[in-house]
T-cell receptor, first 113, second 122 residues
Framework: DTVMTQSPESLAVSLGERATINCKSSQSLLYSSNNKNSLAWYQQKPGQPPKLLIYWASTRQSGVPDRFSGSGSGTDFTLTISSLQAEDVAVYYC?????????FGQGTKLEIK | QVQLQQRGAGLLKPSETLSLTCDVYGGAFSGYYWSWIRQPPGKGLEWIGEINHSGSTNYNPSLKSRVTISVDTPKYQFSLKLTSVTAADTAVYYCARGLPWGTGTNKYFDPWGQGNLVTVSS
């Protein structure tokens, strides 16, 4: 099974500043058939289901603000929020979908400093 | 816009069977994989399994011996059964649509149902 490890576990960033969350997989997520990485990012606010932000490592889901961006390839990935807004306070998860069982990182809690 | 509406019992005793159903509204059902995912209180997400409109399933090996996911395509619904529950199965259970559309089993999830808290307690 593919193990996903996020860092840091929690993060406090000032409003308007950049937030960076890392995700590392135990095996490469590069999908040879389309040369894309099978990695998604989700945002979860208290009492709500996760919301898809990014898929194929860097493709923003429709309606997601462009301050959210994803990067990386192979085994190392990053979610960046370019200018933190108050509504971005949440827990963020990465998910690999290269192979079943699909697996998630343990989550990164993002707060305002 | 596709919406997923979950229903099912929220309180179980140890050894009972968890049963949840997810109804799909506002979009196509066939051609997608439909998943169940759970989240213990205060913890992370665990994928349970998936099914497509024709009944083809994939399960997480960690739960496979106790899980059955079924589908009723004409009703646009799919269901989860988890047998012999224990306190470790206490969690919020979510249903979700797997993307992209198609037969491949490489899926990310959108949208998600509202979640059902299932508590196992004697």
């Amino acid at each position: 099974d593919t193990v996903m490890t996020q860092s840091p576990e929690s993060l406090a960033v000032s409003l308007g500043e950049r937030a960076t969350i890392n995700c590392k997989s135990s095996q490469s997520l590069l999908y040879s058939s389309n040369n894309k990485n099978s990695l998604a990012w989700y945002q979860q606010k208290p009492g709500q289901p996760p919301k898809l932000l990014i898929y194929w490592a860097s493709t923003r889901q429709s309606g997601v603000p462009d301050r959210f961006s994803g990067s990386g390839s192979g085994t190392d990935f990053t979610l960046t929020i370019s200018s933190l807004q108050a509504e971005d306070v949440a827990v963020y998860y990465c998910q690999q979908y290269y192979s079943t069982p699909y697996s998630f990182g343990q989550g990164t809690k993002l707060e305002i400093k | 816009q596709v919406q997923l509406q979950q229903r099912g019992a929220g309180l179980l005793k140890p050894s009972e069977t968890l049963s949840l159903t997810c109804d799909v509204y506002g979009g196509a059902f066939s051609g997608y994989y439909w998943s169940w995912i759970r989240q213990p209180p205060g913890k992370g997400l665990e994928w349970i399994g998936e099914i497509n409109h024709s009944g083809s399933t994939n399960y997480n090996p960690s739960l496979k011996s106790r899980v059955t996911i079924s589908v009723d395509t004409p009703k646009y619904q799919f269901s989860l059964k988890l047998t012999s529950v224990t306190a470790a199965d206490t969690a919020v259970y979510y249903c979700a649509r797997g993307l992209p559309w198609g037969t491949g089993t490489n899926k990310y999830f959108d949208p998600w149902g509202q979640g059902n808290l299932v508590t196992v307690s004697s």
